[in-house]
């Protein structure tokens, strides 16, 4: 089982960005899926933005319709690591953000599809 640690959360203004580094060990991302989630207070786990080892690099993503044109999702299969560019924060973006993976050569934003879990870093949006 793969492990993940997410990092690169914090405190920014509306408007702001931030990139979200999760390092993916015990696995290659060759042929691993992978995906980023929130979780606002008092809300269910969102799927924000997936895709997988080998379809990054040639742009193939799924996004949620609220992250559209501001989120980009991206790999680096020599770091192990998958990015989460997030530009033109709104509060609406406040929320732990989880990175998951799983074997396979999917891009779904269903969670269950995910065995494994980092555990969570949070973002806040505030002025």
């Known amino acids: 089982q793969a492990q993940l640690v997410e990092s690169g959360g914090g405190l920014v203004q509306p408007g702001g960005s931030l990139r979200l580094s999760c390092v993916v060990s015990?696995?290659?991302?060759?042929?691993?899926?992978i995906g980023w989630f929130r979780q606002a207070p008092g809300k269910e786990r969102e799927g924000v933005s997936c895709t997988t080892g080998s379809d990054s690099s040639d742009g193939v993503a799924y996004y949620a319709d609220s992250v559209k044109g501001r989120f980009t999702i991206s790999v680096d299969n020599a770091k192990n690591t998958v990015y989460l560019q997030m530009n033109r924060l709104n509060v609406e973006d406040t929320a732990v953000y989880y990175c998951?993976?799983?074997?396979?050569?999917?891009?779904?934003?269903?969670?269950?599809?995910?065995?494994?879990w980092g555990q969570g870093t949070q973002v806040t949006v505030s002025s």
């Open positions: 015990g696995i290659t991302l060759d042929y691993y899926a």
């Open positions: 998951a993976g799983g074997p396979g050569g999917y891009t779904s934003p269903r969670a269950v599809r995910y065995s494994d």
